[in-house]
């Protein structure tokens, strides 16, 4: 059975590092290509870095220059790593899967941006 479990959220201030963990179990990364995806308050969720199975990542222009994402395969985690953080980034952070015909997801972890 396919889990994913972010971690790391929380309130930030402007200008703040954030650093979120997205752990699987069931499933390694090194198999499947993910994303980290973002769902700001009244829209729909959106990807924000998507990375391959080969360590190949995309990243939505929004976010390029400020977030990066980084695997540990023994542990099984993807990071994803901010260096300064804009109120326009709240939201709630997911990680997701695609596999053997079906999305995955993880519950998500909040992010709110504020002073």
């Known amino acids: 059975q396919v889990q994913l479990v972010e971690s790391g959220g929380g309130l930030v201030q402007p200008g703040g590092p954030l650093r979120l963990s997205c752990r699987a179990t069931?499933?390694?990364?090194?198999?499947?290509?993910m994303g980290w995806y973002r769902q700001a308050p009244g829209k729909e969720r959106d990807l924000v870095i998507g990375?391959?199975?080969?360590?190949?990542?995309s990243y939505a222009a929004s976010v390029k220059c400020r977030f990066t994402i980084s695997r540990d395969n023994a542990k099984h985690t993807v990071d994803l790593l901010v260096n300064s953080l804009k109120p326009v980034d709240t939201g709630d952070y997911y990680c997701?899967?695609?596999?053997?015909?079906?999305?995955?997801w993880g519950q998500g972890t909040q992010v709110p941006v504020s002073s």
């Open positions: 069931g499933i390694s990364f090194s198999a499947v290509n």
């Open positions: 997701g899967v695609y596999a053997w015909g079906d999305n995955y």
């Open positions: 990375f391959t199975s080969g360590g190949t990542a």
